[in-house]
């Protein structure tokens, strides 16, 4: 038996195939030679430059649409996805949100509920990384509960006239291709609408103090004219975008894994360098205390991810198992990163060193793909049979 590892105590690694463990090196080592030299400075000037290039890059590495089939998608398992994620977001959350935005949410929109023709369009351009994409669910005034949704699209002949306002959209501003998602007389219905159409912009959002190195966007679409085969043919109510939510957190289950080890890593470190009292803070009883917890809480948590991938790979993971994962996973991220700063001292809240901008980050996270309250409702109502949510 090999002795303890403190980078794998749980040994969780013997679980892993040989293909997800070949997934997890290559993300690991592009990252570490593309954002990890570059991101603070990125996060400083709250720019993600090069995103085009990135995004090409990614491609190249099969990230995006990762595990979906055909059309020029990787097809990988849903484990190797999720371990792609994990090694993105111990870089940066912006960048696997950039990922996530393009392969679980706008890929899988269109692979999913999409035409033949419309998969055919896009995806292989969206799987390189030619095309990024983005997904328009949110509103200034409809968040949690996107079934109040004021965007809407109406027939003018076989055309259909697309009006509304999307906020808080990541990679809106650089995608060649928006699906947004709007209320029609058949109920709510995706369309893919391409950059450049007469009245559809997609000015950034700025000033924002998380997920500085992630472009985030509001979308306004005035009597956007869109050809009948926009729509998504086989998405019709609010169900089809709450799957691909569906998908997009099961990445995040993973990622927020990501974020949580660097602070570890870098916690750990830390401690066995830095000394006062005349010795390292490592050796401190409170400080391994911190330490021990957040070794428990980073690898339960990539255990539960684990087994939510497994899961996932044998098609038999359920929405309310994601809500689950989602939950569990960012809190505990978020934790482990504020002790993290903690343990760091001033230096904490330095951009020399990951930790802040991982926590800051995580506030976005917690957040998005349904705020931690949405998600504690979900598994609240699957546990009681009551729904809390009005
Ligand atoms: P609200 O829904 O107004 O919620 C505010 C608070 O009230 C929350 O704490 C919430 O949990 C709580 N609350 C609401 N209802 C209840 C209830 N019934 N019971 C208890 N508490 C409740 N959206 C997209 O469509 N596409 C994207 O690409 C995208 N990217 C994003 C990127 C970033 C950086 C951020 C910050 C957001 C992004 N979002 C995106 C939007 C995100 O999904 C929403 O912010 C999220 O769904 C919450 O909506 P809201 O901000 O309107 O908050």
């Not at 409809?142 to 699209?153: I, N």
């Not at 679409?221 to 691909?244: M, N, Y």
């Not at 960012?330 to 482990?336: G, L």
């Amino acid at each position: 038996t090999p002795p303890f590892d403190p980078g794998d105590p749980l040994g969780i690694d013997d679980c892993l195939d040989p293909e997800d463990l070949a997934v997890r090196d290559t993300v690991r080592a592009w990252a570490a030679d593309r954002v990890l030299p570059h991101i603070a400075e990125w996060y400083e000037r709250g720019e993600l430059p090069g995103v085009r290039e990135l995004a090409r890059e990614l491609g190249a590495l099969g990230a995006l649409g990762m595990s979906l089939e055909g059309y020029g998608c990787a097809g990988a398992s849903a484990v190797s996805y999720g371990l792609a994620c994990l090694e993105l977001e111990a870089a940066d959350s912006g960048i696997r949100s950039l990922v996530s935005v393009q392969g679980s949410l706008a890929m899988y929109a269109i692979h999913r509920y999409g035409s033949e023709e419309q998969k055919r369009r896009w995806l292989p351009a969206m799987a390189t990384g030619e095309i990024i994409g983005c997904f328009g669910l949110t509103e200034p005034d409809h968040g949690s509960d996107p079934a109040g949704m004021r965007a809407h699209a109406r027939r003018d002949g076989s055309d259909w006239l697309l009006t509304g306002r999307k906020m808080w959209i990541t990679n809106g501003s650089v995608a060649g291709v928006a699906v947004v998602w709007a209320r029609t007389d058949e109920g709510v219905r995706g369309f893919l609408v391409p950059a450049g159409t007469p009245g559809f912009s997609a000015p950034e959002i700025t000033h924002k103090w998380s997920l500085r190195a992630s472009v985030t966007s509001e979308l306004v679409l005035d009597d956007v004219r869109l050809p009948a085969d926009a729509v998504l043919p086989e998405a019709k109510g609010l169900r089809g975008p709450l799957s691909c939510l569906s998908h997009a957190r099961y990445g995040i289950v993973w990622g927020a894994m990501g974020a949580a080890r660097t602070c570890f890593e870098t916690a750990l470190r830390y401690a066995g360098t830095r000394e006062q009292f005349g010795r390292p803070i490592g050796g401190f009883q409170l400080t391994q205390a911190k330490l021990a917890d957040m070794a428990l809480e980073l690898h339960k948590g990539i255990l539960l991810a684990l087994h939510l991938g497994r899961r996932m790979d044998a098609g038999r993971l359920l929405a309310e198992q994601v809500s689950f994962g989602k939950l569990n996973n960012v809190r505990e991220a978020i934790e482990i990163c504020r002790t993290a700063r903690t343990v760091l001292g001033a230096n904490g809240i330095s951009l020399e060193y990951p930790v802040m901008r991982h926590a800051t980050n995580l506030e976005s996270v917690l957040t998005y793909e349904g705020t931690v309250e949405m998600h504690q409702l979900v598994l609240g109502k699957a546990l009681t049979g009551l729904d809390a949510f009005r």
